[in-house]
């Protein structure tokens, strides 16, 4: 039996270091799947505990490759033959982090800033397994590592306190940076200190520098706020615990969520619903704000509807806002987080209808 293992140990060995990017990748991949199906909701306890072991784990295995390069440390021989296999560890872990971060900001994402920030983290996630970009080393690794701690905190913090904005934010900034601090010095003060300031504080105090600036032009997405479902309707009636909104969007029209286009009658309140989700212990606001594209002076604010949203209903809150005076036209409804960050929006067009004839209302549930 113990021949066999060492036999297939051997194998393992010979094929790893002739297909070393071909591994890398399929346990990068095989990270992201497992995330893909394991990934529960953002507030659950488990999923923080999780990704709060996969930074441990990836922060020891950083500093102790990094001290390794400085020269400030040597690993004992006896550890030496597994340290062969830390680069596999290494690349499943942030391809698990990386994946659900990046879910969890895309199911949070609404403006197009928002999706530029999505598209960048994807595309560093994607280009982690790139020889060439495997060839930078330590510096690319602290990037990773910084993003990932970030992004950590950025729905930490958030989920802690109940609700969104510049506390939690800046916590989660100077969580980060006391992270680092700390294990610079306890670990690298010792060390080569330009290759350290080089690959290690410059790259990290450029991911703290970009999510500050970020923060404040409305790159982020509003983790861990989501909208779940949005439509237009003419009615909301609430039922058995069930909201109900009523609509004359035809079948064929699937792409339109609710009456998109509004065919608007004497009386007709312009209405639109939506069920957004946030953690269990969550109570915030949020805001509808009303434009409308007037022909002399384009997309202007016309109206800002508060709601207050409590978290913990995997659904999302549902609630709604109405107007009933309102004109003809184009108009843009966007949910906008306390902070005024963007979490969703949703177009329609208000058509005057002078027909008299009853009207066969469909209804869609919340």
């Given at each position: ?8 140990k051997?194998?393992?060995l ?5 297909h070393?990017?071909?591994?890398s990748?399929?346990?990068?991949v095989?990270?992201f ?6 990934l529960g909701?953002i507030d659950?306890?488990?999923?923080l505990i999780?990704?709060?072991g996969?930074l441990?784990?990836l922060?020891?295995?950083?500093v102790?490759?990094?001290?390794l390069k400085a020269?400030s440390?040597?690993?004992p021989?006896k550890?030496?033959?597994?340290w062969q ?9 942030f ?5 659900a ?5 895309y199911?949070?994402a ?6 530029l920030?999505?598209?960048?983290l994807?595309?560093l ?9 495997q ?10 590592y910084?993003?990932?701690l970030?992004s950590?905190f ?12 510049a ?6 900034l100077?969580?980060?940076l006391?992270?680092?601090?700390l ?8 060390g ?7 690959s ?5 105090a ?8 970020a ?10 706020v ?8 003419y009615e909301v009636?609430?039922e058995e615990?069930?909201?109900?909104g009523?609509?004359l969007?035809p079948?064929w029209r699937?792409?339109?969520q ?11 309140r ?6 957004i989700?946030s953690?269990g ?23 800002t ?5 409590l978290g ?21 409804v966007?949910?906008?987080?306390s ?10 067009e ?11 209302f ?5």
């Amino acid at each position: 039996m113990v021949k066999h293992l060492i036999e297939a140990k051997s194998k393992f060995l010979i094929f790893y270091q002739r297909h070393e990017a071909l591994v890398s990748i399929l346990v990068f991949v095989f990270g992201f799947l497992f995330d893909l199906i394991t990934l529960g909701r953002i507030d659950d306890t488990v999923n923080l505990i999780q990704q709060a072991g996969y930074l441990f784990i990836l922060g020891a295995l950083l500093v102790t490759e990094i001290r390794l390069k400085a020269g400030s440390f040597v690993l004992p021989e006896k550890y030496q033959r597994w340290w062969q296999y830390h680069d596999l560890v290494v690349h499943f872990l942030f391809g698990s982090l990386l994946s659900a971060y990046t879910i969890f900001f895309y199911t949070s994402a609404s403006a197009l800033t928002s999706f530029l920030f999505i598209s960048l983290l994807a595309g560093l996630m994607t280009a982690n397994e790139f020889p060439r970009f495997q060839k930078l080393g330590i510096p690319v690794r602290v990037l990773l590592y910084s993003i990932c701690l970030l992004s950590y905190f950025s729905f930490f913090y958030p989920i802690l306190f109940g609700h969104v904005g510049a506390l939690p934010f800046w916590l989660g900034l100077i969580s980060s940076l006391v992270v680092l601090a700390l294990l610079w010095r306890l670990y690298f003060l010792q060390g080569t200190q330009d290759f350290l300031r080089k690959s290690v504080l410059y790259p990290a105090a450029a991911i703290h520098l970009f999510f500050l600036v970020a923060y404040y032009t409305n790159l982020i997405p509003p983790v861990p706020v989501a909208v779940k479902k949005i439509g237009v309707y003419y009615e909301v009636i609430k039922e058995e615990g069930k909201y109900m909104g009523s609509h004359l969007n035809p079948a064929w029209r699937i792409w339109d969520q609710g009456s998109q286009r509004f065919y608007a009658r004497p009386g007709d309140r312009l209405i639109v619903m939506l069920s957004i989700f946030s953690p269990g212990n969550f109570k915030d606001k949020i805001y509808l704000k009303w434009f409308h594209d007037d022909p002399r002076a384009g997309w202007t604010l016309q109206d800002t509807i508060p709601m207050s949203i409590l978290g913990g209903r995997d659904e999302g809150f549902r609630g709604f806002g109405a107007k009933q005076n309102y004109l003809p036209g184009h108009w843009r409804v966007i949910v906008e987080t306390s902070d005024g960050r963007e979490v969703g929006r949703i177009n329609l067009e208000v058509i005057p209808d002078p027909g008299q004839h009853a009207r066969e209302f469909k209804t869609d549930l919340f």
